[in-house]
């Protein structure tokens, strides 16, 4: 079988692993991992004689096979955001089908993009260090030589020495003291997952149980917070059984991490790591987490078989994210997040360009591009959009959710492409529901869908119940940049607003011209919106606002920019703030000076949207 895999430098085709241990010791002054990983790997062919893996800024020390014989290695040229391939030399040619064993001795670096180490000042008690990794899509390979591909799907062991607790994308199975005051934890992921979901984290961080297979974990000053903000997590995990299949993964615990961690979750099975910013205070935003547990199938049951076909990871996560919000609150709450994605889409299109290849659901990445460069809500909200058209086009839910349960039971396990999904798509509705609704499936416009640039070809027209009032208000505020009495406006307007129905206000008016200061300065003292604890109102007001060059925000843009480092947030509001009249200096200075907060994968994308050399 021929594995193509453009993001990777491993000989997938000739040779596959089965299970990976990691022996590490973790230390907090030298910010690296020492240690060693032992690969179990499988023939595919006959006369295979090397095994080539991905790494990346590693320092390797030595490689030896099952029998003890150590063997030459070589460390080829860097490829960009590739890494360096690792080539071994086996002993002797091995048949197809043959069982290999390596050893690999080595230490990751200071270059090392997977792992944040943060000092005591970087986390919530300030009095001790903390580190968590961020593998996806292609970091792995710098905490560990591996086949860093989604089409490998492998279980993994772990025995991490520690001075503070560690915690890993795996169940514990047991602790022992080690030298100078140190423990070693013991884990081990018996359902197979490819190599970006293996994941750390190890700081002064406890643990408070919320559910029957779930407690929240982070550090002490915010467990009670995080706690109470999660406590409905098993409602979600229960509602995505009942759509899908049965939770495999035996725990599902939450990890709230230091306002560093790039991204709003990460599906990290047995242990979704989530942003700080999703504690309001209100549980206005814990829906993020609903789309982590739809993950637990979607994505790490199912699995792209490399970075292209990323959409059917997301895009099939999102549909299930907003079902389960369908089935807890209603159908008119599933539109209204429908119609704040269409919007995030619309912002990515705009961003890149309607002709930009980033735009296409399934991307060429052939010419090795990183693929953290392609990041943006395309594969999420076009891959729902796509899905959000079929299960219109074959006859609404009652049709279309048996056929997500049986995509779960056909694929679970595999990495699969959008050929295969689509093949698989034909192949169900033909057998349950015959040729009239085939016939259906081929008005689909699929070229332009999977393959074209810009906006889906498709007008969703979603229900706008629940948007129609934002809708209106945001007009009010529009027609009313000329006038000089704003007495019609009022603090009731938004007082029955939710969460969501302040933010798609806030989205509606950022795509009018910008509003005139004195406008933005009433809205701020009839609505209160500066001091807002949810971190999505409170950018979509600070965007707002910079776009109008609305300069007594800037002062809190800057605080915003610099407690938390989610590239949602972080990414458009710097590249709002550098095109703002006076802004340029502020977003440049602000971004220099705390470059070294950001975790590694948001500073060098926020670094390129800036302009400044690395």
Not at 318 to 327: L, P, Q, S
Not at 362 to 384: H, M, T
Not at 480 to 503: P, T
């Amino acid at each position: 079988m021929s594995i193509v895999d453009h993001s990777s430098l491993a000989n997938l085709s000739d040779i596959v692993t089965t299970h990976l241990h990691l022996n590490w010791t973790v230390s907090f002054e030298n910010k690296n991992f020492d240690g060693s990983v032992v690969l179990d790997l499988k023939t595919l062919k006959d006369d295979v004689r090397q095994v080539i893996l991905d790494s990346s800024y590693l320092d390797i020390k030595q490689v030896v096979d099952g029998n003890g014989q150590e063997l030459k290695f070589h460390v080829g040229e860097r490829r960009g955001a590739l890494g360096s391939p690792l080539t071994i030399d086996l002993a002797a040619a091995v048949p197809a089908d043959s069982k290999v064993q390596l050893k690999i001795v080595y230490a990751t670096t200071a270059q090392c993009t997977a792992v944040q180490f943060l000092t005591p000042e970087q986390t919530v008690g300030k009095k001790h260090p903390y580190l968590f990794s961020q593998c996806q899509a292609i970091h792995a390979r710098a905490f560990a030589p591996c086949q860093d591909s989604p089409a490998v799907k492998l279980t993994y062991t772990a025995n991490v020495t520690s001075p503070l607790p560690v915690i890993m994308s795996a169940l514990r199975c047991g602790q022992e003291d080690a030298a100078n005051g140190a423990v070693t934890y013991k884990f081990e992921q018996r359902t197979t997952i490819p190599s970006y979901l293996i994941a750390i984290a190890a700081g002064n961080i406890v643990e408070k149980e919320i559910g029957p297979r779930s407690s929240v974990w982070s550090e002490p000053e915010v467990i009670e917070n995080a706690a109470w903000e999660f406590e409905s997590t098993e409602d979600f995990i229960k509602t995505g059984e009942d759509l899908l299949t049965p939770y495999e993964w035996g725990r599902y615990d939450l990890l709230i991490l230091p306002g560093s961690f790039p991204y709003g979750g990460m599906e990290n099975p047995c242990l979704t790591f989530v942003t700080p910013t999703l504690l309001a205070g209100d549980r206005s935003a814990v829906d993020v987490v609903a789309h982590e547990i739809a993950h637990s199938w979607m994505g790490n049951l199912v699995t792209t078989r490399n970075w292209e076909h990323f959409w059917l990871n997301e895009g099939h996560t999102v549909f299930i994210e907003r079902k389960i919000g369908a089935r807890l609150h209603g159908e008119a709450e599933r539109q209204f997040s429908a119609i704040i994605g269409w919007k995030a889409l619309k912002e990515s299109v705009e961003h890149f360009g309607h002709d930009s290849p980033a735009t296409v659901l399934k991307p060429d990445l052939s010419s090795g591009i990183d693929p953290d460069d392609y990041f943006s809500s395309v594969p999420y909200e076009k891959g729902f959009n796509l899905l959000y058209h079929i299960e219109k086009l074959v006859g609404g839910g009652a049709v279309f959710e048996p056929f997500l349960k049986s995509y779960v039971y056909k694929f679970a396990g595999q990495s699969i492409t959008t050929e295969m999904w689509k093949a698989y798509l034909y192949e169900y509705f033909l057998e349950h529901h015959g040729q009239a609704t085939v016939d259906k499936l081929n008005t689909i416009d699929w070229d332009t869908w999977i393959n074209g640039t810009g906006m889906p070809p498709v007008d969703p027209e979603f229900d706008t119940t629940l948007a129609s009032q934002c809708y209106d208000l945001a007009d009010r505020w529009d027609k009313a940049r000329d006038q000089k009495d704003l007495s019609g406006f009022a603090e009731s307007d938004v007082a029955s607003f939710s969460a969501g129905q302040k933010i798609v206000f806030l989205e509606r008016l950022t795509d009018c011209a910008p509003l005139p200061h004195e406008l933005l300065a009433k809205m701020d003292e009839l609505y209160n919106l500066t001091p807002v604890r949810n971190a999505d109102i409170r950018f979509r007001w600070q965007n707002l606002c910079v776009m109008a060059s609305y300069e007594p925000i800037y002062p809190d843009v800057v605080a915003f920019l610099t407690e938390q480092g989610r590239m949602k947030f972080v990414r458009p509001l710097y590249r709002l703030l550098h095109q703002a009249t006076n802004g340029e200096p502020l977003a440049t200075d602000t971004f220099i000076k705390n470059r070294d907060f950001y975790h590694p994968i948001a500073s060098t994308l926020i670094a390129k949207d800036l302009g400044i050399q690395q």
